[in-house]
Structure formats: structure tokens, C-alpha cells
């Protein structure tokens, strides 16, 4: 079983759409918790970091549910620009071990 | 501009050969990271440094090596002894390996094996 699995998609949804992604982790003692974005041929960036109670930014919403051991990301409202790859990224403790999902690939059409 | 940069973009490489790609940062970071991403797979690390003059292996660092003799460079070269070095290659930085510190990636290296 992989350390950090996510649905692969793609997703492929019309403007305006409401599209959640869906990531889960193997590690119980895993303490950080992101999601980052990356374009086509382009490095990841750091989309928002996911806390206990949840965070919300702007048309993003992030959860975390540690008893099941999985995190989510809502995207309201979908552009043309939200169209990239998203990666969930989990922090060990102690902190240097940094797993990388293998990403979710979002197009968003017209 | 505080940021990381690599180089080159593109690098094409014969079988065989070592190469070298370089990594720089001026956010003043600690820690540096290198990750390789293959298509449709996620980031792997080769080597990460918490400090000067100080690294670890990563998950997949056979064929790789890395020197950190000054906090803002971390170069990593791919040597002949790689089997399958054809990949995109990240380098990253951050404040410290600990707490809810996120990495800031640079543009990345696409490397070629002809």
C-alpha cells in the first residue's frame, strides 16, 4: 500500500462545477498536512496547508480527518484556471519526511 | 526576488556520462530537498540537507550524489551508475524539516538520456 494515495482522475468537469478530491494516508503519526498545485511541466506550488478544524480559502476548502486517516479538497465555483494536477502532501513528525501523492488531474472545460 | 532557481531547463545527457544540476537559493533556508518526478508518478527524494556540510539519503538515492558546502547551493549530480535517469528533477527548499514549514520549489531540470 502506498504511504499517500489519491484518485487519479482526470476529472473532467464543466465551469462553475463543485469537484472534491478525496486523499488518504497510511501513517498515524503523520503531523502536516498540504495541498499543492502543479501545471503541466511546471514545479508544484503550494496550494493551502490543511489544519485539525479545517480551513477554507477563498473558493478552496481543505479537511482533515485523522481518524480515517484521510484529507479533502473542495474546490467551489471551478475556472478554466484551476486546471492542474493536485497534490496531497503529508509530513512525518520529526519533519523531514515529506510524501508526495501521485497528484489528481482536474480539467476544467468551457 | 528571494527564490530557489535551477539549471539548466533542459539538459540532454549521453549514456554514460556524469552530469550536474545545479540548485540555488536566497530565502536564507536551512533545509534542501531534491525529488525526481517520473510521469504519472508522484515527487520521489533522492537526498535532502537539514545544514551545511550535512546530508541523507533519500528513498531513491543509488546512482545520485550531493555536496552542500554553502547554505545556498545543493547540487546534485547524476552519475553514470543510474540506470534510468531520465526524469524531471525538483529541488526545494525550506525554513527547517520541522513543524508545518512547506517546501518552495525551483523551476526544475528536465533530464534526457540519449
Known amino acids: 500500500r502506498k504511504e499517500v494515495e489519491q484518485d487519479p482522475g482526470p476529472f473532467n468537469v464543466p465551469e462553475g462545477a463543485t469537484v472534491a478530491f478525496n486523499c488518504t494516508y497510511s501513517?498515524?503519526?503523520?503531523?502536516?498536512f498540504f495541498w499543492y498545485r502543479q501545471d503541466c511541466r511546471k514545479e508544484p506550488k503550494l496550494l493551502m496547508s490543511?489544519?485539525?478544524s479545517g480551513n477554507e480559502d477563498g473558493r478552496f476548502t481543505a479537511q482533515l480527518n485523522r481518524a480515517s486517516q484521510y484529507i479533502s479538497l473542495l474546490i467551489r465555483d471551478s475556472k478554466l484556471s484551476d486546471s492542474a494536477t493536485y497534490l496531497c502532501?503529508?509530513?512525518?513528525?520529526?519533519?523531514?519526511?515529506?510524501?508526495f501523492g501521485a497528484g489528481t488531474r482536474l480539467f476544467v472545460k468551457a | 526576488d528571494g527564490g530557489i532557481t535551477q539549471s539548466p531547463k533542459y539538459l540532454f545527457r549521453k549514456e554514460g556520462q556524469n552530469v550536474t544540476l545545479s540548485c540555488e537559493q536566497n530565502l536564507n533556508h536551512d533545509a534542501m530537498y531534491w525529488y525526481r518526478q517520473d510521469p504519472g508518478q508522484g515527487l520521489r527524494l533522492i537526498y535532502y540537507s537539514q545544514i551545511v556540510n550535512d546530508f541523507q539519503k533519500g528513498d531513491i538515492a543509488e546512482g545520485y550524489s550531493v555536496s552542500r558546502e554553502k547554505k545556498e547551493s545543493f547540487p546534485l549530480t547524476v552519475t553514470s551508475a543510474q540506470k534510468n535517469p531520465t526524469a524531471f528533477y525538483l529541488c526545494?527548499?525550506?525554513?527547517?524539516?520541522?513543524?508545518?514549514?512547506?517546501?518552495?520549489f525551483g523551476p526544475g531540470t528536465r533530464l534526457t538520456v540519449l
Open positions: 502532501v503529508v509530513k512525518s513528525t520529526g519533519g523531514f519526511k515529506t510524501i
Open positions: 501513517n498515524s503519526a503523520s503531523q502536516s
Open positions: 490543511v489544519y485539525s
Open positions: 526545494a527548499s525550506s525554513s527547517g524539516p520541522w513543524g508545518n514549514n512547506e517546501q518552495f
